[in-house]
């Protein structure tokens, strides 16, 4: 893999970004009310009135019946949310659990426990209204206008794949008549040094143009003591994004195109620590934070494109058509070592072994809104929407520098969707929403696992299909499935400062095919819900407070195939939830409080599989026949079996609390610290329920920061996971990966 240097790409962007750096004082880059965006507006008591728009309309989060943790872009930034992978220390109810080329989003124990491109995301992302595959999703944020966490089934607005709930990210749109901007630089440890800005110039009275982009990178975070001299986790980012808004009368469009260009040295893996007879290679596990000792080279080159174009007219009574049109392409190359160690090669049994990753997926999505006007009694939102989704494998592993098995499997995948969503009021207190959606879902697959050929070179490994490879398992397969999905929720509000509600949702994650010749399932969720949200103390204090039941069937699952040896999907179990939630926002003059606190109790049902940790290390063969001994063909494997347990990535408490007081210090100068603490509980990664290698453990992280304000001015120190805990933050079959170390620095913003 040849990973490419981006000097040029790097120098343009600095040089943009010194010309923006002049100041011009001018409007401050607050999030703006755009009908199409979130955003937090003032009110007397100087707290902030959160904005939501995953309904289609811009809605006051205290207003909507749905347990949902929106942030806007400022607040992104004062609680150090980088990117995706942070939103889990402010988000009660959500964790993202590393696993290497995909994160894990789970909501509730609701989610995605799969690294196969044939399982589709549990919790929906979406970023301007697109929704997005799970690989190039971990991306800095920069120029953010808010971020918003739906928690539980959407199957009405979302659709499919959003059993667990959905994350709507939302970048700052341009500006008609505004020239303005921003540009903010920082530096800290691992000679982490970055800059990222914005610059939005109208064009006339009807058009406008914000360009936007970033920079960041840092040194490894491990020290690679093996003879590869790797650097994992180390990073260099370069991201770009142009908007251009044209408004005239009642009609206005966006068009969208963003790059995201991702080098790191590849995965810090390490044997999860346990016996030798569950894996030979521990043995060679360091056993030193922030170390590791490879044999194997590892790196990780991430890139994507995306071009989205948003129309909308609103006729002079207030209804507005609605059409996203978007395409996507990402990919990924990526070689990591696959045991993960540097041990012995005299060793016969324990093997250099690594393995890469080579992925490309492209989307094309197409969705169509009627909304109604947001005045009068009864609302309503109507659409459609599809997408169609293409994806692309050719992936390799060696043992001892000699090509083993490359599986080159090819997806295609369709999805189409038509909703409906209506909120009638049927007194100064009630109100009542019902929503249905129904999803179609086709997926064909082509390709297979190959052999490799004695002797094969890389170039001759990498083409389609690969040259003098047998065929191991034909990836070939067909399934379609569908689902009616919906809501039906009853609203109290006896006044302007509470709301009760009550619902019952339905929601739906597409199945899948399982080759050779298999298919497996579509999971269903059913959610009962029941929530409060109040306004308290004359407007100082809000909160949120919510309880829920949860039937959730079909749990897909990567397994061992038995027909082949190679992992697969299976739909494991069935499960119930139950738990509740609460959250505040507190601001009494100077200080502002927040916290949110999740509490999560499942239970799947019995299950049984193969069990992982009884393979012998290298053997990816089918199961042997009844009373055929272990080959070099086939292997006789055993399987565990288990009475059930909590879903996996699920929790049971997860809460998180943060601080912040203003000080006023005169001249127009105002300083203010912050601290935060996130803590989530310990969770199963594996359905064999050993706690010795199936349990990651609970952590708890510490945050802090202090500003120095003065108009359009800042600088700020800054301080992440500041015990610097040494935690495992997610597993990769018999490895594990581990959260970032300690972060801290200082970091200069000029608005303008």
């Known amino acids: 893999m040849k990973v490419t240097s981006s000097r040029p790409l790097f120098t343009t962007l600095m040089l943009g970004c010194a010309l923006v750096a002049v100041p011009a004082?001018?409007?401050?880059?607050?999030?703006?009310?755009?009908?199409?965006?979130?955003?937090?507006?003032?009110?007397?008591?100087?707290m902030k009135d959160i904005v939501v728009t995953a309904q289609r309309r811009a809605e006051n989060v205290q207003n909507v019946n749905i347990a949902v943790t929106a942030l806007s872009g400022d607040a992104l930034a004062e609680k150090k949310i980088m990117r995706a992978l942070d939103l889990q220390t402010a988000a009660p109810g959500l964790t993202i659990s590393r696993s290497g080329i995909t994160d894990s989003f789970n909501i509730r124990g609701i989610g995605l426990a799969s690294g196969s491109p044939q399982v589709t995301n549990g919790v929906a992302t979406y970023i301007d209204g697109v929704f997005q595959p799970p690989i190039v999703s971990n991306g800095q944020f920069y120029d953010m206008a808010g971020a918003e966490v739906l928690r539980g089934p959407q199957g009405t607005l979302s659709g499919a794949n959003s059993t667990g709930g959905a994350v709507y990210l939302t970048t700052q749109r341009p500006e008609l008549g505004k020239i303005g901007g921003y540009v903010s630089a920082n530096y800290g440890n691992y000679n982490n040094g970055g800059v990222n800005g914005a610059l939005n110039l109208p064009i006339g009275e009807k058009i406008a143009i914000r360009a936007s982009g970033l920079f960041n990178q840092h040194d490894a975070w491990f020290k690679d003591v093996g003879p590869a001299h790797s650097q994992p986790e180390r990073l260099n980012e370069i991201d770009g994004r142009v908007q251009a808004l044209y408004k005239d009368g009642g009609f206005q469009a966006n068009l969208k195109v963003e790059t995201v260009q991702r080098?790191?040295?590849?995965?810090?893996?390490?044997?999860?620590?346990?016996?030798?007879?569950?894996?030979?290679?521990?043995?060679?596990?360091t056993n030193t934070p922030w170390t590791v000792s490879y044999d194997s080279p590892v790196a990780n080159y991430e890139r994507a494109f995306a071009t989205v174009l948003e129309a909308k007219y609103q006729f002079s009574g207030g209804l507005t058509l609605r059409s996203v049109t978007a395409y996507q392409n990402k990919r990924l190359s990526s070689v990591s070592e696959t045991d993960a160690t540097s041990l012995n090669l005299s060793n016969s049994t324990l093997n250099q072994t690594a393995s890469a990753n080579n992925v490309r997926e492209r989307e094309y999505s197409q969705e169509i809104n009627i909304i109604s006007p947001d005045s009068g009694r009864f609302k309503y939102v109507v659409g459609a929407y599809a997408q169609r989704n293409k994806?692309?494998?050719?992936?390799?592993?060696?043992?001892?520098?000699?090509?083993?098995?490359?599986?080159?499997?090819?997806?295609?995948?369709?999805?189409?969707?038509?909703?409906?969503?209506?909120?009638?009021?049927?007194?100064?207190?009630?109100?009542?929403?019902?929503?249905?959606?129904?999803?179609?879902?086709?997926?064909?697959?082509?390709?297979?696992?190959?052999?490799?050929?004695?002797?094969?070179?890389?170039?001759?490994?990498?083409?389609?299909?690969?040259?003098?490879?047998?065929?191991?398992?034909?990836q070939t397969g067909t399934e379609g499935d569908g689902r009616v999905t919906g809501k039906l929720a009853l609203n109290f509000k006896p006044d302007s400062d509470n709301l009760f509600f009550a619902f019952v949702a339905r929601g739906y994650k597409n199945g899948g095919i399982?080759?050779?010749?298999?298919?497996?399932?579509?999971e269903t969720?059913?959610?009962?819900?029941?929530?409060?949200?109040?306004?308290?103390?004359?407007?100082?204090?809000?909160?949120?407070?919510?309880?829920?039941?949860?039937?959730?069937?079909?749990?897909?699952?990567d397994v061992i195939n038995p027909l082949s040896g190679q992992s697969g999907v299976v739909n494991l179990a069935n499960s119930t939830i139950k738990g509740f939630e609460a959250s505040f926002q507190a601001k009494f003059n100077a200080l502002s409080l927040d916290g949110g606190l999740s509490f999560v109790d499942s239970s799947m049902s019995a299950l049984s599989l193969i069990n992982k940790w009884a393979i012998p290390a290298g053997v990816t063969l089918p199961q042997c026949a009844v009373g055929v001994a272990n080959s070099s063909t086939c292997y006789n494997y055993t399987y565990a079996s288990s009475n059930g347990g909590p879903n996996l990535y699920s929790p049971k408490w997860t809460w998180n609390v943060s601080a912040s007081y203003r000080y006023?210090?005169?001249?127009?100068?105002?300083?203010?610290?912050?601290?935060?603490?996130?803590?989530?509980?310990?969770?199963?990664?594996?359905?064999?329920?050993?706690?010795?290698?199936?349990?990651i453990a609970a952590r708890g992280l510490l945050q802090a920061s202090v500003a120095l304000d003065k108009n359009n001015w800042k600088l700020e120190a800054y301080g992440t996971n500041l015990a610097n805990k040494f935690y495992v933050a997610g597993q990769n079959g018999k490895n594990e990966l581990y959260g970032a170390p300690r972060e801290y620095g200082i970091r200069a913003t000029a608005k303008f």
């Open 391 to 474: 994806i692309d494998l050719h992936n390799w592993s060696s043992t001892n520098n000699n090509f083993t098995t490359l599986p080159q499997p090819v997806t295609n995948k369709l999805l189409l969707g038509a909703f409906a969503q209506a909120s009638y009021q049927l007194s100064d207190k009630f109100t009542v929403d019902a929503g249905l959606r129904y999803s179609h879902f086709h997926v064909d697959g082509s390709g297979a696992v190959y052999r490799a050929a004695a002797g094969s070179t890389i170039a001759q490994v990498l083409v389609s299909p690969p040259v003098g490879a047998t065929v191991l398992v034909p």
């Open 664 to 695: 006023d210090l005169g001249h127009g100068y105002v300083l203010t610290p912050r601290v935060g603490y996130a803590y989530i509980g310990s969770q199963w990664a594996y359905p064999t329920y050993q706690a010795s290698t199936d349990l």
């Open 263 to 285: 080098q790191t040295g590849g995965y810090a893996f390490q044997p999860i620590a346990t016996t030798t007879a569950n894996n030979p290679y521990v043995v060679g596990r």
């Open 25 to 46: 004082y001018a409007q401050d880059t607050a999030p703006h009310p755009a009908p199409d965006s979130g955003t937090d507006k003032v009110d007397g008591t100087g």
């Open 514 to 522: 399982n080759p050779p010749g298999g298919s497996f399932a579509p």
């Open 525 to 557: 969720v059913m959610d009962y819900e029941a929530g409060w949200k109040s306004t308290l103390l004359d407007r100082h204090l809000k909160t949120q407070i919510g309880a829920f039941y949860m039937t959730y069937n079909n749990f897909q699952m």
